[in-house]
């Protein structure tokens, strides 16, 4: 049977859907989707499947999904880059063939995408030459919700891969590898020189140019021998449980903050922001101090509360009810503690949005850009002297009927051309209350599940 593609969404009133721009008409694909017998426990146990170095991940306690071979890309360019994925996507689904036995999240047709923080790179025009966004549809998707799991087989040619648990014992799968010595060298702007660009920004604030503007840095990482993605996602899904694991088109992490869920009518989307550092070896006793202390400071509300309205205000349109928390809880991971909010929404039918409609609508959140967002994207292009690429854009994936899930992609590193090379990326929010060497440390704190997953 035919795939049902989920309808193009309607824009908010005083809004516009914008006319994407014409591409070639893609294939046909031809989906199948069968139960699997349970996999075996424990967290890493999806990401141990990846047969080899181009994995595509989406996990988070042992479940989610994961992928490999590449059916069909779509790749996108420029301000367009949302609406034109969207409109490739409906496109690709409306001539697709799909069995789909399974009829649960991540099952049918999967596309997992990432886009690029700014329109063409911040901090230079945008030329043309690299796509700003990425819709990657695997051959093989591999996924587990509590105890059931599944295998979806796709292709544009017809020759499905073989199906079920024969399948998936006959894939081949390459070794994994470790870097090897790893050495950490200064990004674009030197840790001895961005407190200057955080006291600039906070300058700016302070003058009344803006409210809260985020700022980030990056580190490149050189190995000793070519990284293997698998090596860093397995100890990333294995100590950061809490967090989405993620790989798409060479962005891979461990993001604590999920942009956007759509999943039968409910929207959820998970905000962080002001951050402490828990420093190793830290007690629960002392852990739960600096948690309270954090609770308490008036710069992480304010900077938190920016981030929630800019959430709210952002989903509004497209939700009939919303639940927006009063205060926020203490998120703990192994290297920070965050404030964090769940926001809840009813979807709109009438808006027919999918998650990566929605995914566009709420980026750039308060959270990675700023309040107001123009004006701190603004700010950021002028100051922050390096090119965000895809750090702090969504990342995630969309289902055939439009469902899915965004993060988005924080904690995270962006593989370089040379396989040996990576860049490292951390951002804070600054407010007028900021303290340039403070949030230097909390860079530097944010940094730390990359800097481990590559054992520095």
Same mark, same amino acid.
């Given at each position: ?7 193009? !969404? ?9 006319? /994407? ?10 989906? =199948? ?5 349970p996999l075996p426990g424990g967290? *890493? ?9 181009? /994995? ?7 479940d989610g999904i994961v992928g ?40 049918? !047709? ?15 025009? &945008? ?11 695997? =051959? ?13 087989? $796709? ?15 006959? *894939? ?31 300058? =700016? ?46 962005? $891979? %992490? ?23 550092? =828990? ?26 509360? &920016? ?56 980026? !750039?959140?308060?959270?990675?850009? %700023? ?53 490292? &990326? ?9 303290? /340039? ?20």
């Amino acid at each position: 049977m035919s795939a049902t593609p989920y309808p193009a !969404p309607v824009p908010p009133s005083g809004a516009s859907a914008g006319t /994407p721009a014409a591409a070639p008409e893609p294939p046909p694909l031809v989906v =199948r989707t069968t139960r699997l017998d349970p996999l075996p426990g424990g967290l *890493t146990a999806l990401v141990d499947l990846l047969p080899d170095e181009r /994995p595509l991940t989406w996990v988070r306690r042992g479940d989610g999904i994961v992928g490999w071979g590449e059916a069909l890309r779509l790749d996108t360019y420029g301000p367009g880059r949302f609406a034109d994925a969207e409109a490739a996507w409906r496109a690709t689904l409306a001539r697709a063939v799909v069995r789909d036995e399974v009829g649960l999240p991540g099952s049918g !047709p999967v596309a997992f995408g990432t886009f690029a923080f700014d329109d063409g790179g911040t901090g230079e025009a &945008f030329d043309g030459s690299s796509p700003q966004g990425s819709l990657v549809v695997p =051959r093989v998707v591999v996924g587990r919700r509590g105890d059931v799991a599944w295998m979806t087989t $796709i292709a544009v040619d017809g020759a499905l891969e073989p199906p079920g648990d024969a399948g998936l014992a006959a *894939t081949e799968r390459t070794p994994v590898h470790d870097p090897g010595r790893v050495t950490l060298t200064d990004g674009a702007v030197g840790a001895r020189d961005w407190p200057a660009v955080v006291a600039e920004g906070v300058a =700016r604030i302070q003058a009344g140019e803006l409210e809260k503007v985020v700022l980030a840095r990056d580190v490149v990482a050189t190995a000793e021998r070519p990284v293997d993605p698998r090596w860093l996602l397995r100890r990333l899904a294995a100590r950061y449980e809490s967090c989405w694991t993620f790989s798409v088109a060479g962005m $891979i %992490g461990a993001t604590p903050e999920l942009l956007v869920r759509s999943e039968k009518g409910l929207v959820t989307s998970r905000v962080l922001a002001g951050t402490i550092r =828990r420093e190793p070896g830290m007690s629960d006793d002392d852990a739960l101090l600096h948690a309270a202390h954090l609770a308490r400071s008036s710069k992480d509300l304010e900077e938190h509360e &920016f981030a929630v309205a800019s959430v709210a205000r952002s989903l509004a349109p497209f939700c009939t009810s919303m639940n927006v928390p009063d205060a926020p809880f203490v998120l703990h991971l192994p290297n920070v503690m965050h404030l964090a909010s769940d926001v809840t929404a009813v979807l709109d039918p009438a808006t027919r949005a999918s998650s990566l409609s929605l995914a566009a609508a709420l980026h !750039p959140s308060a959270a990675v850009c %700023g309040t107001p967002t123009v004006a701190a994207r603004d700010l950021i292009r002028e100051i922050e002297g390096m090119d965000r690429s895809r750090y702090a854009g969504p990342v995630g994936w969309v289902g055939a009927d439009g469902d899915g899930e965004w993060g988005i992609a924080l904690r995270s590193a962006e593989l370089a051309d040379d396989p040996r090379h990576l860049r490292l &990326f951390a951002g804070c929010g600054i407010v007028a209350a900021s303290d /340039p060497q403070a949030e230097l440390a909390e860079s530097e704190a944010k940094l730390v599940p990359m800097r481990w997953a590559l054992g520095v």
